[in-house]
């Protein structure tokens, strides 16, 4: 009987061997310290029996167990694991384990589950060293089977409605050190299906280098019953750099102690480019001599340039969300509503206005408005670029006033 040993900690490793090989007609054939390698040393070795354990880097057991039993459906497949509860039996079951042993009786338990294996007699999965209440494989199964065919149509909607709006979704037990993550999740990473390793320590390595340090402490730092939400990049292998929005839960357990981390990757990177060169644009505009105003659908100050500044002697902070039309005491040479009919219809107005400063100094501006929808709430914005004329009237008052001929110069 050959048998492959799979388990990230030498101790069990060494501890399953030795009490294996008390056996006459066992082989132990190989040993695997992660699920990635206990799918090739299996495909290499054809072992009748795996012992596997559930927790592991880089792939846990129960992805592990559901790949072999594709590729090696004659190989059986025994469990261990050192949480007795239903639900990780449930799980180990689903993905084509043979057996579950509890850790804490491998010493007498564990031969017994690799015999009755062996024979092959079982019509169900059985559990070994559970300390649980009347479990019934049976009932596991079947309450399962009923879940989950009530969820396959509801997942497939969700995982259809992810890859269109580019969301990946992620669980990871705090307890069982168990992750479950979708395609579009791994995609969002730059990763093929199937090649994320589902450990802690491999997300936090995908995070962009000078964004690791923030997210991951913010992400360790959030209690139990909190929500968690920061953005952070992530370079894919082709060197690219792409944006994500992550939003996780911290569930709690009846004791009130963290459980299970439930959460969701967004794709930002476009909004973050759009916003890159929307902040590119404004820097531009600081440097214009004229003042440049973004007034929203109310017309409140959403942006103030230093050209305004200059000019009226508010700051940006200071005339942030004041009706622009207050703020500057505006006279307008016709009817507001006229104006606003003009800039709806041909989506621009100019004309000239007076305005007063924040010291009270009247001043006479070429204002000229044009009208655009902001890319992100929709809403029609209007951009105000005004242009000071006031010493330019003053000339061309003076100059009215000047005698139209010129009195001749006696020179006698």
């Excluded at 594709?70 to 190989?75: A, E, G, K, M, R």
């Excluded at 600081?286 to 009226?312: C, H, K, M, P, T």
Aim: hydrophobic share 40%; charged share 25%.
């Amino acid at each position: 009987m050959r048998i492959l040993i799979v388990d990230d900690h030498e101790v069990v490793r060494q501890g399953v061997r030795s009490l294996l090989l008390a056996r006459p007609d066992v082989n132990i054939c190989g040993e695997a310290v992660d699920g990635r390698e206990a799918i090739e040393k299996a495909q290499e070795l054809r072992p009748d029996i795996i012992v596997m354990d559930i927790s592991m880097p880089r792939m846990n057991g129960l992805e592990a167990t559901r790949s072999i039993a594709q590729i090696l459906p004659q190989t059986k497949i025994i469990m261990l694991s050192q949480h007795d509860i239903p639900q990780m039996m449930k799980e180990a079951f689903s993905v084509g384990a043979h057996a579950y042993v509890v850790k804490s009786a491998i010493s007498d338990q564990l031969i017994t589950a690799l015999e009755t294996v062996q024979r092959g007699g079982v019509s169900s999965p059985d559990i070994y060293g559970s300390t649980q209440v009347n479990v019934d494989v049976q009932e596991i199964l079947q309450r399962s089977v009923v879940f989950e065919r009530a969820l396959r149509e509801t997942e497939e909607r969700l995982r259809l409605a992810q890859q269109v709006a580019r969301v990946g979704s992620f669980e990871f037990n705090v307890k069982t050190g168990v992750s479950r993550w979708t395609p579009e999740w791994e995609a969002l990473y730059g990763l093929r299906p199937g090649t994320f390793s589902g450990t802690n320590s491999a997300w936090e390595l995908l995070i962009h280098p000078e964004d690791r340090h923030a997210t991951v402490t913010a992400f360790k730092e959030t209690p139990a019953g909190q929500v968690f939400e920061g953005e952070w990049r992530v370079i894919w292998q082709d060197s690219s750099v792409h944006w994500l929005l992550g939003r996780a839960w911290l569930f709690s357990d009846t004791d009130g102690k963290p459980e299970r981390w439930v959460g969701v990757n967004i794709d930002i990177t476009e909004r973050k480019r759009a916003e890159a060169e929307t902040k590119k644009l404004l820097r531009l505009l600081d440097l214009s001599f004229d003042a440049i105003v973004l007034r929203d659908v109310g017309d409140r100050v959403r942006y103030w340039n230093r050209g305004a500044q200059e000019l009226y002697g508010w700051t940006a902070e200071e005339a942030f969300g004041n009706v622009t039309h207050t703020l500057l005491q505006t006279a307008f040479p016709e009817p507001l509503e006229k104006i606003f009919a003009v800039l709806r219809t041909e989506g621009r107005w100019e004309g000239e206005l007076t305005h007063f400063t924040r010291n009270g100094k009247r001043v006479t501006v070429l204002s000229r408005w044009g009208l655009f929808q902001d890319w992100e709430s929709g809403e029609p914005w209007v951009m105000e670029t005004n242009t000071n004329i006031t010493q330019r009237k003053a000339r061309e008052a003076g100059q009215q006033q000047l005698p139209s001929t010129k009195t001749a110069t006696n020179l006698s």
